[in-house]
């Protein structure tokens, strides 16, 4: 059987980078002939910028996304044997670095409209050796920052935000990443800001937890060769730094292309409803980024979700599962929980599709989108 042709591909980074690639090259010339590689001038401009872009004053460059919580983790005080409360519908990094950090994370489930955090399950999951909440941002939808400080605050418990699907999501006046005691970005290459290759920042207002985080990504060095904490290495490289440098001033851009195609996906699905295609609910109005943009194909569709997705990839529509499997479910974290324990978790992984969504897309290929789910449900 042959392939039909490609019609929308799920993400295309290379309308993003076509405009600006001649810039970026300049800015990666001046590097190398500067030999200027670990710890330069362009990550220095890019963790202010990028920090202060989000409402917040200190930013420290990452390896990756991961690192950035895990060692922020740390920078914040977490000590080995901290319960942590995480969504279960999550990435698996927020796990990965909640367990890096040598903290226990304790899985909840999630709302089953919007995917995010069930903040009614975290206040259930509290005991006395709880230290944080991670609110994970999924798919740029941030999680009510007015509810998580007040039960931040009721239980003394330290917000860390998983953000890295966020970058410069707003709810309730704040931005992504502003409102707890520190926040873990990505720039994973199709993140909303991406790198050419890994990248990730934590930021952070309070300055203890900064110098903590700086000495930590360094070999535990505040100064060097004084080794003041374990550490590691784990620094955001000089030039993904300047591609980040260029790029960031389009963020805005980009992400309002986002939020154009989403409404216009809303609109022309809101028909299909009543035949089980429901978008996954967005409650955070005008500041939802839309890293990805996710329906439900529930019970009342006439197919499921597996089989439509083949039949748009026979109709040359690529989609995206984000994630098929829950954490619980996957064979090194069977420890976090049972089958059956987190049944809206459980419930999305099989029902969630992922549809394209990224600068550029069209909205001739929005329509065509559509018009295949709507072809695929109806024969
Ligand atoms: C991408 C992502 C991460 C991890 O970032 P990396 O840079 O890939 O390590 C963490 N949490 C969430 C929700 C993510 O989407």
């Known amino acids: 059987m042959s392939e039909k042709p490609l019609k929308v591909p799920f993400v295309n980074l290379s309308l993003q980078h076509k405009p600006i690639q001649s810039q970026i090259e300049q800015v990666m010339g001046k590097i190398i002939q500067q030999g200027d590689f670990i710890l330069g001038e362009a990550l220095a401009e890019f963790e202010t910028t990028f920090a202060g872009a989000s409402g917040v004053q200190y930013g420290i460059g990452v390896a990756c996304g991961t ?40 899985l909840v489930d999630c709302d089953s409209d919007t995917a995010l955090i069930d903040l009614a399950a ?67 290459p199709s993140k ?27 070999y535990g060095a ?36 986002r939020t154009l195609a989403a409404q216009y996906y809303n609109t022309l699905l809101e028909p299909l409803k009543n035949k089980g295609i429901i978008p996954i609910a967005n409650h955070s109005s005008s500041g939802h980024i839309y890293h990805l943009y996710v329906i439900q194909v529930t019970e009342k569709s006439p197919i499921n979700r597996n089989t439509l997705q083949a039949k748009l990839a026979e109709n040359g529509i690529q989609t995206g599962i984000h994630y098929p499997v829950p954490c619980h479910l996957q064979p090194a974290y069977q420890n976090l929980g049972n089958p059956g324990d987190f049944p809206n978790t459980e419930t999305l992984c099989q029902q969630i599709l992922s549809l394209p969504i990224y600068p550029g897309l069209s909205n001739t290929q929005i329509e065509q989108v559509v018009a295949a789910i709507e072809l695929s449900i109806s024969s």
Not at 147 to 164: S, V
């Open 67 to 106: 690192d950035a919580i895990s060692l922020g983790l740390q920078a914040c005080g977490i000590q080995p044997g901290d319960e942590i409360i995480i969504p279960a519908n999550t990435f698996i990094a927020t796990i990965i670095g909640v367990i890096q950090a040598k903290a226990t994370p304790i």
């Open 122 to 188: 975290v206040a259930t999951a509290i005991t006395s050796k709880t230290k944080a909440i991670i609110p994970v941002h999924l798919y740029g939808q941030m999680v009510s920052p007015i509810k998580l400080l007040d039960l931040g605050n009721r239980h003394n418990l330290i917000i860390f935000e998983d953000a890295a699907q966020a970058h410069l999501a707003f709810r309730e006046g704040y931005h992504a990443g502003s409102f707890g005691k520190a926040a873990a970005f990505s720039f994973y």
């Open 192 to 218: 909303n800001l991406g790198s050419f290759g890994d990248g990730g920042m934590l930021i952070t207002d309070d300055a203890d937890v900064a110098q903590k985080m700086r000495t930590l990504r360094n």
């Open 222 to 257: 505040p100064s060097k060769y004084l080794h003041t904490e374990i550490g590691t290495n784990s620094r955001l490289d000089n030039l993904q730094a300047a591609v980040l440098n260029v790029k960031l001033p389009y963020l805005e851009t980009w992400n309002r292309d």
